[in-house]
């Protein structure tokens, strides 16, 4: 991820890329680089839209919810040392939590740009 990291004072990051800003002046919505990134569940080519939907394919995958953080969902699947941690509110969920999911279920998930 290439651009300029900014740190806020809650340890907060956001990627600032000049040329693709530039790139995509005029365009509404997306992230700050201009473009939005989805997680798509490869078996049906479903975009996650939610945490409701997320859940039950975790779920089905054999992934269990931890109820403890009470700002977090967290996921662990039996037998191994894996933990998803996602922030409660979706409007939260980054590109950073999609590619976490990605890489501790490789061939099921992928990230891509709308």
Do not use: C
Not at 10 to 34: D, F, L, T, W
Not at 49 to 63: A, N, P, R, T, V
């Amino acid at each position: 991820m290439s651009g300029i990291w900014k740190f806020n004072s809650n340890g907060v990051y956001e990627i600032v890329n000049p040329q693709a800003e530039s790139n995509s002046e005029g365009r509404q919505g997306g992230s700050s680089v201009g473009r939005s990134t989805v997680l798509e569940y490869l078996p049906t080519s479903q975009v996650i839209s939610s945490y409701s939907e997320l859940d039950q394919i975790l779920s089905d995958l054999g992934w269990e919810r931890y109820r403890g953080a009470p700002d977090l969902l967290q996921y662990h699947k039996q037998y191994s040392n894996d933990l998803i941690s996602l922030p409660r509110d979706f409007t939260m969920f980054s590109s950073v939590h999609m590619f976490d999911i990605v890489v501790k279920i490789p061939n099921v998930f992928h990230v891509r740009d709308m």
